[in-house]
C-alpha cells in the first residue's frame, strides 16, 4: 500500500511538455512527457490528463504510465478511439513541445516494486498490457531475479504494443517468460499463440511458475478481466493475490482506464 | 491553462448542470474493482450492523428482503470521470435498516462499510441519514448482478461511487472517521464530486 499524496499535501495540477510522440501500433501512440515536479512513481499507476478548451470547459481522463519509474521521463500511453472526446485529440492534435495538464501518480494498488517480490503473473489484454509493460520494464532494473510470466492477449498482430521489445526481453532477460496470444488471425506463427486465453494456458503458465504466484495482475476490459480472474480462482490462486484494474467507461467512448472501484 | 487546440464535445446545459467537474455523461455502466468478482449467492449472504466490534442485529437475504423497501432514483459519479443520469435502486434505507436494528439514534458518528471481498470505505453517519443512503439490492428492477456488487451494494449516490461499496456484508458503527480501503490508499476521506475531492488534500 502506498500513500499517493504526501501527508498534508495535494496533489498538484502541472503543466507537463510533451518531448516526443511515438506511433506503437496503427491507432496506439505513445506521449514522452515531462513533468516539472514528479516525485517517481510506482509501476502500475496512472497519471489524471485535464485539457481546457478556450470557454473554459475542461474534460479529464485517466491514463496509465507504461514507462519504468527508473525513466527520467513519463511515458503515457494512449489508444485512438475514434468516438472519444479526448484520445483523438491526443492523436491528431498534440505535437511536441506542447504542453498538458497533469496529475499524478494516482492508484495505490495495482502497483509492483521489487519489495512486493515474485513470482508474478501478469495477465494483458488489449492496450491493458500498459501498465503491466511498466511493471516488466520496472524489474529488469531492480529485481531481474523474480521470475515474472507475462500472457497478452491483443486481437491481431499489428495491435501488439510494444510487441519488439518485448519479445526482445523475452530472449535475454533470464526468469521473463512471454505468451503472446492472437485472437482475430489465423493462422499465426511462433512465437505467436492462437486463441483467447484458457484454462490449458493458464495451466501451463502456472506449471512453469512453480503453482500458483505470489501476485497477478490482471488489466484489460470488464470482459477479459472477469475471464482471466475466474481461470485463476478456478486454478486455485487465492483471490486475494489477484489485483485487477478494469477499464472505466465504455470504451468505445473514453479510453480511459481506471483504477479505482466499485 | 487552455489546451492547444482542444475545444472538446459539449453536452446539453441542462445535463452540464448535472455534471460534477472534470466528469463526463456515460451511458453505459462500467465495472471496476480491485480485485477479481466474488460470487455470493443469496442463500449465503447475510448482512450485519455492528457498534464497534460488537454485532447488534444480523439478516439473512430472505429476511433483508422483508424490511421496508424503498426506490431511489438517483445520478451516480464515479471519481474515474464517468457520471450516469437517473439510475434506479431500490432496497432498505440506512434509516430503515437502524430502526429495524432497534436504534432510534446513530450510535456514532462514523460508520466503515465492510464487504465480502474485505474491501471496506468509510461515511459519516450524517451521509446516510434521511433518506440518502441505502443497501440496494435491485437496480432497475432486477437483482444487482455479482460484477455490480450484487447480492447487495452499499448506495451513497452523493458521494463518488467507490463509497457505494459493492458486495457489502455489514456496516460498523464506529468513534472516529477510519479510512477505507481507497481512503488508505491516497483517496479522500469525504469524496464529495461537487467539490472534486478525488484525492486526499483536494
Avoid at chain 1, 492523436?91 to 496529475?103: A, K, Y
Avoid at chain 1, 503453482?211 to 483471490?239: E, H, I, N, Q, Y
Avoid at chain 2, 437496480?139 to 457489502?168: E, M, N, Q
Wanted: aromatic fraction near 10%.
Amino acid at each position: 500500500m502506498e500513500q499517493i499524496v504526501p501527508p498534508g499535501g495535494r496533489l498538484a495540477w502541472q503543466e507537463a511538455t510533451v518531448t516526443a510522440i511515438a506511433p506503437l501500433t496503427p491507432r496506439v501512440k505513445g506521449f514522452m512527457l515531462k513533468a516539472p515536479v514528479w516525485r517517481g512513481f510506482r509501476a502500475g499507476q496512472h497519471v489524471d490528463v485535464r485539457l481546457t478548451a478556450p470557454d473554459g470547459y475542461q474534460a479529464e481522463r485517466s491514463y496509465s504510465i507504461g514507462s519504468a519509474p527508473e525513466s527520467p521521463e513519463i511515458e503515457l500511453v494512449v489508444e485512438r478511439l475514434d468516438e472519444g472526446e479526448v484520445s483523438p485529440f491526443f492523436h491528431e492534435v498534440v505535437e511536441p513541445g506542447d504542453t498538458i495538464e497533469i496529475r499524478g501518480p494516482i492508484g495505490g494498488h495495482f502497483t509492483w516494486g521489487q519489495r512486493d517480490g515474485g513470482p508474478v503473473l501478469l495477465v494483458g489484454g488489449g492496450s491493458g498490457v500498459v501498465p503491466l509493460v511498466s511493471m516488466l520494464r520496472h524489474r529488469a532494473h531492480v529485481a531481474p531475479e523474480v521470475p515474472m510470466t507475462l500472457i497478452y492477449s491483443a486481437r491481431t498482430r499489428d495491435e501488439v504494443i510494444f510487441g519488439d521489445e518485448l519479445m526482445m526481453r523475452a530472449e535475454s532477460e533470464p526468469n521473463l517468460t512471454l505468451i503472446l496470444t492472437i485472437t482475430r488471425e489465423d493462422p499465426v506463427q511462433a512465437p505467436f499463440r492462437m486463441g483467447r486465453i484458457g484454462a490449458e494456458l493458464v495451466e501451463e503458465v502456472l506449471e512453469g511458475l512453480g503453482g500458483a504466484p505470489k501476485l497477478s495482475f490482471v488489466c484489460g476490459s470488464t470482459a477479459f478481466v472477469d475471464t482471466a480472474t475466474r481461470l485463476l480462482l478456478d486454478m486455485d490462486v487465492p483471490f486475494p493475490s489477484i489485483k485487477t484494474e478494469r477499464y472505466g467507461g465504455d470504451p468505445a467512448r473514453t479510453g480511459a482506464i481506471g483504477q479505482p472501484g466499485p | 491553462m487552455v489546451t492547444r487546440g482542444f475545444f472538446g464535445r459539449r453536452v446539453s446545459d441542462e445535463e452540464a448542470k448535472r455534471l460534477p467537474p472534470g466528469q463526463y455523461l456515460e451511458k453505459g455502466f462500467p465495472v471496476l474493482s480491485a480485485g477479481p468478482t466474488p460470487i455470493v449467492k443469496p442463500e449465503n449472504w447475510s448482512f450485519t450492523i455492528k457498534i464497534g466490534p460488537r454485532p447488534v442485529k444480523s439478516w439473512s437475504f430472505e429476511e433483508f428482503g422483508a424490511l421496508p423497501q424503498t426506490e431511489l432514483k438517483r445520478d451516480i459519479h464515479c471519481v474515474t470521470k464517468w457520471s450516469k443520469f437517473d439510475t434506479e435502486w431500490r432496497g432498505v434505507l440506512f434509516d430503515d435498516l437502524m430502526k429495524a436494528a432497534g436504534l432510534d439514534e446513530p450510535p456514532t458518528p462514523y460508520v466503515l462499510a465492510h464487504s465480502y471481498d474485505d474491501y471496506t470505505t468509510n461515511v459519516p453517519v450524517a451521509d446516510l441519514i434521511d433518506g440518502k443512503a441505502m443497501v440496494a439490492t435491485h437496480f432497475a428492477g432486477y437483482p444487482i448482478t455479482s460484477d455490480h456488487g450484487g447480492p447487495a451494494r452499499l448506495l451513497v449516490p452523493h458521494l463518488y461511487f467507490w463509497k457505494s461499496a459493492k458486495w457489502v456484508n455489514g456496516l460498523q458503527f464506529t468513534e472516529r472517521d477510519e479510512a477505507g480501503f481507497w481512503e488508505l490508499r491516497g483517496y479522500h476521506i469525504y469524496g464529495d464530486p461537487w467539490r472534486e475531492q478525488r484525492f486526499a488534500g483536494d
